[in-house]
C-alpha cells in the first residue's frame, strides 16, 4: 500500500462533495501535470491512502482521510471542448491525461500548513519544501502515521 496527498480546491470537488456523492466517490479530473498524472498512471492502486487535502482556499489544509478507489482512467474532461481542462492535442487514441476515483472515508479537523510544519516528523515531506506546486504527492508510511495520529 502506497500513500498520497491530493489536493483540491473545495468549490471545485471538497471533502463534503466526496462525503455527499454516491458511494462517497468522486473522479479526481483535471490534473494537468505530467508527475501528478504519472503518479495517479503508473503507481497508484485502489486501496492506497489519500490525505484530501484543501488548496486555494482561506484556510488550506487536510481535511480528510480517503483511498484510491479505482485503477486509473482516461480524464474525459481533455476531449470536451466546452471543459476549462480540454487538452486539443489529446485523443481517446492516445490520451494525455488519467484519473482515479477516489472514495471518501471520513472528514478530518483541518490540519493546516503551519499545523504540518509544526511537526519536526514531517520536516521532509514534499508538500512542505520551497516550490512545491505538485496536486499529488507521495507520502511516506512515517508521514502518514504521524498525520493519522494527529487528527484523532
Known sequence: MQYWLMKSEPDEVSIDDALAAPNQTVAWFGVRNYQARNFMRDAMRAGDGVLFYHSSCAEPGIAGIAEVASAPYPDETQFDP???????????????????????????????????????????????????????????????????????
Not at 103 to 116: F, P
Request: charged share 30%; aromatic share 4%; with cysteine.
Open 82 to 152: 466546452k471543459s476549462k481542462y480540454h487538452d486539443p492535442k489529446s485523443t481517446r487514441e492516445n490520451p494525455r491525461w488519467m484519473m482515479v476515483d477516489v472514495r471518501a472515508i471520513r472528514k478530518t479537523r483541518l490540519l493546516t500548513l503551519a499545523d504540518l510544519r509544526a511537526l519536526p516528523e514531517l520536516a521532509d515531506m514534499q508538500i512542505l519544501k520551497r516550490g512545491n506546486r505538485l496536486s499529488i504527492t507521495p507520502i511516506t508510511p512515517s508521514e502518514w502515521r504521524c498525520i493519522i495520529q494527529h487528527l484523532s
